[in-house]
């Protein structure tokens, strides 16, 4: 995972060095971006020996930044490339142009330029942190959605006593780790996923099956072994890159999912079901094509193995089960009763007739079902983020079940 270290002008910017290594340590690559300002409290040199990385300091190459940009739209490569933004120290400067769209250093266009997570440290003297401006500048950030790391009070470089003092580099990182869902909450925890469809074969070139991506699984996948778990996932057709996972399994029908499933589910602490599996398969299968000239074929359907009630009829002492719905009517009503006719500890619903929810899109927009009656309905979001909500609730199924 690579992350964007932004360091503006401020007394604190040595402070950053060692929030860089605090990433690094967690395996993190750090692309570190300078101001011009930053560069008179504290050297590139510093963060290039660092990071192992050239820093940018200029937005066009040239006598002050020959060694730092290919290109004048390196902003734009970068911004696509991060998988967060942060700023540590965040000046007030900064925070007032970061506020305001202005865009008129490098740092500034990639605030603007990127959609990775954006994360400020602000540090300062008292006074122009507790000024209205500077307030009013933090809570427009903050309505966009920036993760602001308040300062801390105490003595500062000015020789004033307040806040404005950089945050520990440690709740810094914290953070971006947090951001990034590397917790390590579900460290111990094995968790089995199962995303993307199934395909039943009618004949030799033709089968049935569904709109499933797999993204939703796969997210699941990724946002596991980032929390410390042990993954192990099981697949079906995807034209999804697979994220990295301990055990990977690749399927295609439902009967090949539920042998995989329940071969690799006795050592599942947690089992999440996010596959989109076909309900009915054909019960012929011709060996051929079948063809026009034979007329149009009567297709019977028989069930598949319903895995889900399976592994809940199987269940081990202290498995945490979660399963997926995917309705287009009475969402509800539906995901209640298949929570409890699967006896799950949650159920995660979705009506996939909306736009920016269900099938093929990176969005979704699910409500979470207890079995205690409880629901969270979530807004849309990423589906690594809704990956990330549903995760939340199993570390809090743990930590109340006590096992």
């Known amino acids: 995972m690579r992350i964007a270290l932004g360091v503006s002008g401020g007394i604190a910017a040595y402070k950053a060095a060692e929030l860089l290594r605090l990433l690094q340590e967690k395996g993190l690559e750090v692309q570190v971006v300078m101001t011009r300002n930053a560069c008179e409290f504290i050297t590139p040199l510093t963060f290039a020996a660092l990071s192992g990385h050239k820093v940018i300091t200029e937005m066009f190459g040239g006598a002050a930044g020959a060694s730092n940009v290919e290109s004048a739209i390196e902003h734009i490569a970068l911004a696509q490339s991060i998988d967060t933004l942060v700023i540590a120290p965040a000046t007030a400067n900064v925070l007032a142009k970061m506020a305001n769209g202005i865009a008129d250093d490098f740092l500034t266009t990639l605030c603007l330029a990127t959609k990775a997570p954006l994360i400020v440290a602000p540090a300062m003297n008292v006074n122009m942190w507790d000024h209205a401006a500077t307030q009013q500048n933090l809570e427009t950030l903050r309505r966009r959605g920036v993760r602001v790391v308040n300062p801390d009070d105490g003595y500062l470089a000015c020789g004033m006593t307040g806040a404005g003092r950089l945050a520990d580099p440690q709740l810094i990182a914290q953070s971006v780790f947090e951001t990034l869902g590397l917790s390590e909450d579900l460290k111990g925890e094995v968790v089995l996923v199962t995303a993307g469809p199934t395909e039943e074969p009618l004949d030799a070139v033709r089968y049935l099956s569904n709109r499933s991506s797999g993204k939703m699984g796969y997210a699941i996948a990724e946002a596991s072994r980032r929390r410390g778990a042990q993954v192990v996932l099981?697949?079906?057709?995807?034209?999804?890159?697979?994220?990295?996972?301990?055990?990977?399994?690749?399927?295609?029908?439902?009967?090949?999912?539920?042998?995989a499933v329940l071969r690799h589910a006795g050592k599942a602490t947690v089992v999440v079901m996010a596959a989109a599996v076909a309900d009915f398969r054909p019960g012929t299968?011709?060996?051929?094509?079948?063809?026009?000239?034979?007329?149009?074929?009567?297709?019977?359907?028989?069930?598949?193995?319903?895995?889900?009630?399976?592994?809940?009829?199987?269940?081990?002492?202290?498995?945490?089960?979660?399963?997926?719905?995917?309705?287009?009517?009475?969402?509800?009503?539906?995901?209640?009763?298949?929570?409890?006719?699967?006896?799950?500890?949650?159920?995660?619903?979705?009506?996939?007739?909306?736009?920016?929810?269900?099938?093929?899109?990176?969005?979704?927009?699910?409500?979470?079902?207890f079995p205690d009656g409880r629901n969270i309905a979530l807004e849309k979001m990423s589906k690594f983020e809704v990956a990330n909500r549903v995760l939340d609730q199993v570390v809090e199924i743990r930590r109340k079940s006590g096992v």
């Open 234 to 259: 099981v697949s079906g057709p995807t034209r999804e890159d697979p994220p990295a996972a301990h055990t990977f399994e690749r399927v295609r029908t439902a009967n090949e999912m539920a042998e």
């Open 285 to 369: 299968v011709h060996e051929g094509k079948i063809k026009k000239q034979q007329g149009t074929p009567v297709v019977t359907l028989e069930p598949t193995t319903d895995i889900l009630a399976e592994i809940s009829r199987h269940r081990r002492d202290g498995q945490i089960i979660v399963g997926f719905s995917a309705e287009t009517a009475q969402l509800i009503e539906n995901a209640t009763a298949k929570l409890h006719a699967k006896n799950l500890d949650l159920l995660v619903a979705n009506d996939v007739s909306q736009n920016g929810a269900g099938f093929d899109v990176g969005t979704n927009i699910v409500t979470l079902l």
